[in-house]
């Protein structure tokens, strides 16, 4: 269990220097306002994780310790959107259509809505 917390910690780490670098893109390039550097992040994140779910999936080399290294700490640390997508990807495929859209609506009008009233809250400070 120790092993498994050290492996998500040093994951995470290294997840969040790199999300860190990516998303410094957002001081220099901007595309119709959208903060590119946290987009590549957002869509690598995704695409990483979906990529080790196959390869989890197809190897014995994927062990329960790498698996908690890369999914759970890297991925995690690098952004929680790809733990989102993979959650929706396993969802997806167990059949769960109808539970895919609901997750991704309620996850995006609760998180906007509580993004949004966590900032109106600090007008009452």
Do not use: D
Not at 12 to 34: C, E, Q
Not at 57 to 62: A, F, G, I, Q, T
Not at 77 to 84: I, Y
């Amino acid at each position: 269990m120790f092993r498994n917390i050290l492996l998500i910690g040093l994951g995470g780490f290294i997840g969040s220097i790199a999300r860190f670098f990516l998303s410094k893109l957002n001081n220099h390039i901007w595309f119709f306002s959208i903060p590119v550097g946290t987009l590549l992040v957002n869509v690598l994140g995704s695409f990483l994780i979906g990529f080790l779910t196959g390869i989890a999936e197809k190897s014995p080399l994927m062990t329960v310790e790498l698996r908690m290294l890369l999914m759970v700490g890297l991925c995690g640390g690098f952004t929680t959107f790809s733990t989102f997508s993979g959650e929706n990807l396993m969802l997806m495929r167990n059949g769960q259509i109808m539970t895919v859209f609901l997750y991704s609506g309620l996850s995006i009008i609760f998180g906007f809505t509580a993004v949004y009233l966590g900032y109106i809250s600090t007008k009452l400070l």
